[in-house]
């Protein structure tokens, strides 16, 4: 309550079906939730470093699953990083609350990525973006072209996304 009180619109987790009481209470109390599933910038060292997460069948259900049960739990939005497009593309199909993806393909309802990445100021530039200062010189330039590419369907693109 005091995290909204102070002005935070959501509260994310990052985790799993091990969250849901979590995201109940928090739901339940009229806190908005935001679940993160896949590759876990907090877990990120537990997970073997930035790795595509939900390769194989096993995994791919598990996460599957997890973001089942956090809809079911209240949240109100996932995000799912790094995780194969198909995956990706059926959670988003299967629930019913909005799904941000990224590195997570095109099939998700939203698109999301790291500013620095996005403009090519971090030390290695990820697979799944695209370095839109690049293109336009300037910052604010780089801004309204990664917009006008999601909204156009032109990025992601086939190769910014896993399998």
């Known amino acids: 309550a005091r995290l909204m009180q102070a002005g935070a619109h959501m509260v994310k987790l990052e985790g799993g079906a091990w969250l849901s ?3 109940a209470r928090l739901a339940e109390r009229g806190i908005p939730v935001c679940g993160h599933l896949g590759l876990t910038p907090q877990s990120v060292n537990k997970l073997g470093g930035y790795k595509v997460q939900g390769r194989g069948d096993d995994a791919a259900q598990a996460i599957f699953d997890d973001a089942c049960i956090l809809q079911e739990a209240g949240a109100d939005l996932l995000v799912l990083e790094c995780v194969p497009t198909e995956l990706a593309t059926r959670i988003t199909e299967h629930l019913n609350i909005p799904v941000i993806g ?23 530039i990820p697979k799944f973006t695209h370095n839109f200062l690049a293109d336009t010189g300037d910052v604010q330039g780089a801004l309204k072209a990664y917009a006008e590419a999601v909204r156009n369907g032109e990025f992601p693109r086939p190769e910014h996304g896993f399998t």
């Open 102 to 124: 990224i590195g997570a393909g095109p099939g998700t309802d939203a698109q999301v990525l790291v500013l620095y990445d996005m403009l090519g100021f971090s030390p290695r």
């Open 21 to 23: 009481e979590s995201v």
